[in-house]
């Protein structure tokens, strides 16, 4: 939990279903106490959308953002890009989060159907049920134990 002394990790995995106004309950483990529980959402790789809360986003991104030039007619039009596909929100009362169908439309994922909400340790992913069953063949246990082996001896890479 954000408490300012420790940083907000996502982990586990949930399923739900996105409702027709195109919400989701955000798992409860994922909502942090003392915040306005704010998040932000844009798409990653192979149609999977991720979420940040706010402070994240800011830590990790935001500042790197910053050091981009509007001059550079590349740099423009990937914050331009970058800028369309990134959506921001908070929780409602409920604890549910709505997100555009722009995003709904990327990720593959429909009003009514199940979703598959996925901790990323930094990040949360958004992704349908068959893409997360498809990714799920992708990385075993042992490449989970690799990356904590290289995190233990202090290479992250």
Known sequence: MQDGTKKFLFFDEFEHSLDVQRRFAVPSEW????TDSSYVITIG???VLQMYTSEMY???????????SPANAKE?????????????????KQGRIQLPQKLLDYAGLKVEDKICLNGSVLYAEILAPKR?????GD?????CLDLLER??????K
């Open 31 to 34: 909502r942090y106490a003392g």
């Open 45 to 47: 790789r192979e149609g």
């Open 58 to 68: 800011d830590e990790m991104i935001y500042s790197k953002l910053k050091k981009m």
């Open 76 to 92: 423009a039009r990937q914050l331009s890009m970058l800028g369309r596909k990134t959506w921001s929100g908070t929780c409602d």
């Open 132 to 136: 997360h069953i498809e990714r799920q």
């Open 139 to 143: 990385a075993g246990d042992e490449e």
């Open 151 to 156: 995190l233990h001896d202090g290479d992250g």
